[in-house]
């Protein structure tokens, strides 16, 4: 004879096996992912109840393994696969250059801010010393002329000396 509370553990445990069942019925034909902590949160047991049953455990994995009437219909080709696999290298390609461009302009920016905070880059203000480098350049044409012009008087200064000096002497 069995006891009453024998028969109350057996019938809970059939109570909790059909949940479980039934839960898994309902993840195969949503076509969501099976797990078994999924599948024990929908049947309101343990965990641990369906790896002390080892039958139910198997129909839990088998099912998981198992691909659903959803996956089944939208199946994957090997061409979509390839060509798939073509788009995401072309992209990575793409996003490499980009990156590489984006990283060259950021040394540039970041060398020629270091280069203007270290004082050895060029000035700010470079038209307005372009100006002043013209402005330098001639007066310093206007000073050749004028040293040349000096030039040429002292050399005829030098040259009437030369002849006064001849005279005076033919002269004596």
């Not at 006891?3 to 076509?31: F, H, N, T």
């Not at 078994?36 to 839990?60: I, K, N, P, Q």
Request: charged share 30%.
């Amino acid at each position: 004879m069995t006891s009453p509370m024998i028969e109350g553990k057996r019938a809970d445990s059939a109570r909790r096996r059909e949940r479980v069942l039934q839960a898994l019925e309902a993840a195969l034909s949503s076509g969501e992912d099976i797990t078994v902590s999924g599948l024990a949160r929908a049947a309101r047991v343990d965990r641990t109840f369906l790896y002390r049953h080892r039958d139910l455990l198997e129909r839990v994995h088998t099912a998981a393994t198992t691909p659903s009437e959803q996956s089944r219909t939208a199946a994957v080709t090997r061409t979509s696969l390839q060509t798939d696999l073509a788009n995401a290298l072309e992209r990575n390609t793409r996003l490499t250059v980009r990156v590489r461009q984006l990283e060259k302009r950021l040394s540039e920016e970041r060398g020629a801010t270091v280069w203007a905070e270290s004082g050895l880059g060029t000035p700010t203000d470079l038209d307005q010393l372009q100006r002043r480098i013209m402005l330098l350049e001639q007066q310093v044409a206007d000073l050749c002329g004028e040293l040349e012009e000096r030039s040429e008087e002292l050399e005829a200064a030098r040259s009437a000396n030369r002849e006064l000096t001849r005279s005076l002497n033919q002269r004596l």
